[in-house]
């Protein structure tokens, strides 16, 4: 299988255009949900595997957290990290074992995080124990209460760099994620990010406030990356066996010294999920599937380019669809 990929890679970078790359996608916080996975893990017991050993990785009953919360709990950074990582692993493994793997990976922000554990680069108690205390590490940067981040509809990036810019003197708030055309989200201290979302708005935008627990990839979280790397120095990072498209530069990284900086770089800068999906496209990409609970990346992606083909894979009807999609195309690993 691992010959295919990169024939397919080779073929495609070499001109021969008509090769179609399949891309997974990985989802982040926020795609949480209680009763997720539900269905998945009584159906597949290679997904149960998944979450029995990510559990024992990192000390807590994932598959307990994961159906029945409660909310609070599932929320919470720390907790809502490791699960989310676990369901789009475990769906991983469904796919790749019925014979759909892709060429390509990238993940939004925790994302990334399984997109390295698909590219073979980190294993998965070793990225369950990074975003782990990455999330532990982000709830105690700012405290409770002065970070914020909002979602901005309607603006080009000019627009939300200038707005961020006139909102400063308030407090910190700077763009966070250039999720697609026309969103963006903002994220800083309560103050600013309020701010910001006021111009915003009398610039006819909308703006809504986000229910998160601290303000993400933004420069508050500068101390985040700094206790990172003690992490990320102490675990095992391999070249990785397929191009991941990187957050912070919408380009590929593959060795472990481009892996391990991206990562850093990624806390406190902005995800540039447009121009990776974009630079995919270009690279060959012609389907995403967005591999892990919720429907965001397919939402997205279908926003910055409506030629591809997009999968949102969560649920066992879904896994169906999608593989049925497979033996349609003649496509797979």
Known sequence: MGDRRFSLVDQYRSGKRGI??????????????????????????????????????????LIDLCLRGPEGELTKTVNAQPAILASSVAIFEILKSRGLAPQVVAGLSLGEY??????????????????????????????????????????????????????????????????????????????????????????????????????FHCSLMRPVAARLEADLDRTDIRRASLPVFANVSATIVRSPGEIKQSLLEQVYSPVLWDRSVRAMISYGVRAFVEVGPGKTLTSLIRKIDRSVSVFSVQDVPSVDAVLSWKEAAAVGG
């Not at 891309?23 to 916080?29: D, E, K, L, R, Y």
């Not at 698909?118 to 070793?126: C, T, V």
Request: with cysteine.
């Open 20 to 61: 179609a790359l399949i891309a997974f996608v990985f989802p982040g916080q926020g795609a949480q949900r209680v009763g997720m996975m539900g269905d998945i893990l009584e159906k597949f017991p290679e997904a149960r595997a998944v979450f029995e050993g990510a559990g024992q990785a990192i000390g807590r009953d």
């Open 114 to 215: 399984t997109a390295l554990v698909a590219a073979g680069s980190i294993e998965l108690g070793d990225s369950l124990r990074l975003v782990r205390a990455r999330g532990t590490y982000m709830q105690e940067a700012v405290p409770e209460g002065e970070g914020a981040m909002a979602a901005i509809i309607g603006l080009d990036e000019n627009m939300i760099n200038e707005i961020c810019a006139g909102a400063s003197d308030e407090g910190i708030v700077e763009p966070a994620n250039l999720n697609s055309p026309g969103q963006v989200i903002v994220s800083g201290r309560v103050r600013g990010v309020n701010k910001a979302a006021s111009l915003a708005r009398a610039a006819g935008a909308s703006a809504i406030p986000l229910k998160v627990s601290a303000p």
